[in-house]
């Protein structure tokens, strides 16, 4: 039997975000790996195909329409596509116009294998409709394709549930309404332009309780620009929650935690405990009072869309958010897993999704070479500097040590864009 997935309320947000852009997909996982090899084309057309097929999650396009959508596996292998750019730096979006190659919910295709191929240097990303893979997915899915290049089976997915369905198997406790109160970490909204920049910072050593000095940093630089409560949003994977749960889908929940002037790192661990033992991260927020996150199926996604542009202009206008940051950590990467078709990465960064009324997406990617770091802002919260200036603060907490040139501590900043 073909793969189908019930379109979940969640992804509709995802692809409703599509409707503001004819030429762009805003709402996309950009798993990347940067690396050097003399590349092998033909295994990594192979390897891509072999994974696809592995994989449908991969192929997967929109049918129907309002309750009745559904994701369809189109049976067609996921695009390999070259881009000759030796330009590009891997540092921020400046230069990257093909990043912004859209992937269409309908018309397909809704992920892609991208090399962007330079003189000394290449970077693969693996690009994903955010409606169709979480970050964690796009993971397992790069790491079939990566897998069949060094000659392994790929392990591929064996079910087709949806967030909600997977949360309601978790609990039945539904989640609480977020509120509109808390300020950006990078203080208010300088004029009223659209869309968003990202910037990445690389690290070199380690480093302990990161989530923890992450949230402590970013609370202190909020009390920087305001007096605003500050609250920090924890993506989750739920797959562990099922044994043996293997797929490319958005299977994420979410804790949301408070920072305040007396959070310390102990207190930060011990509430993400007793969140998780609460099972809050399978506890969907609803962020309309009167209406359940599963009514959102049967809004006309033009509905939604005019409503996303309607508060992203209030984010814009009030410089007012539900959350202060989201801040996605995708743990250690071992990068000995990517390596084959003649690549070998050397490092993995993870660029956030593009949402108009997200203040502050932050991912976290540790690996055998450091860590990178990769901070979204919009347009309005980046000037004068403070996008630059955000993620220097972030990398101080984690290296223990101010920011100074190009040394972080005792660990040098590889690379750093101000």
């Known amino acids: 039997m073909a793969y189908t997935r019930i379109l979940s309320p969640i992804e509709r947000y995802y692809i409703s975000c599509d409707l503001a852009y004819s030429d762009y997909t805003p709402c996309l996982n950009q798993m990347t790996l940067e690396g050097t ?15 696809s097929q592995a994989n449908p999650g991969s192929r997967l396009v929109l ?38 190659h859209p992937l269409p919910a309908r018309e397909g295709p809704t992920s892609e294998v991208l090399l962007v191929r330079g003189t000394h240097r290449h970077f693969v990303v693996f690009r994903t409709h955010h409606g169709v893979m979480d970050g964690r997915g796009t993971q397992a899915f790069a790491d079939d394709v990566f897998r069949v290049l060094r000659g392994i089976p790929p392990v591929g997915e064996n079910s087709n549930i949806t967030d909600l369905e ?150 814009r206008d009030t410089g007012m958010y539900r959350t202060s940051a989201i801040v996605s950590n995708l743990g250690l990467v071992p990068l000995k897993g990517y390596v084959g078709g003649g690549f070998t990465a050397q490092r993995v960064f993870f660029i956030p999704p593009e949402f108009d009324t997200t203040a502050f997406f932050l991912t976290l990617s540790g690996h055998q070479n ?9 347009r309005t919260l980046a000037t004068q500097g403070r996008l630059g200036n955000a993620l220097a603060k972030v990398a101080a907490a984690l290296a223990d040590g101010p920011v100074s040139g190009k040394v972080v501590s005792k660990r040098k900043v590889l690379d750093v864009v101000t």
Do not use: C
């Open 166 to 315: 997977l949360a309601r198997e978790i609990t039945q406790t539904a989640g609480e309404v977020i509120e509109t109160d808390v300020n950006a970490p990078t203080g208010l909204p300088d004029g009223n332009t659209s869309g968003s920049v990202w910037q990445r910072l690389t690290l070199q050593g380690s480093s302990r309780q990161v989530l923890a000095k992450v949230a402590i940093a970013i609370g202190e630089l909020s009390r920087s620009y305001t007096d605003s409560p500050v609250r920090v949003q924890l993506p989750v994977d739920m797959r562990g929650h099922q044994d043996g749960l293997r797929s490319t889908a958005n299977l994420s929940g979410g804790l949301v935690l408070e920072v305040t002037d007396q959070t310390d790192i102990d207190a930060w661990t011990t509430e993400i405990k007793a969140q998780l033992a609460e099972k809050k991260e399978a506890q969907i927020p609803r962020f309309v009072k009167k209406m359940p996150t599963w009514m959102a199926s049967w809004v006309p996604l033009k509905t939604i869309h005019k409503a996303n542009l309607k508060v992203a202009k209030m984010r």
């Open 370 to 378: 450091g860590m990178d770091l990769v901070l979204r802002t919009p």
């Open 37 to 51: 090899g003399d590349l092998d084309i033909e295994a990594w057309q192979h390897a891509v195909a072999v994974a």
């Open 63 to 100: 049918r129907g329409h309002l309750g009745f959508s559904r994701w369809v596996d189109s049976g067609k292998t996921t695009p390999f596509r070259i881009v000759d750019d030796p330009q590009w730096d891997g540092l921020s979006d400046f230069g990257a116009a093909f990043l912004r």
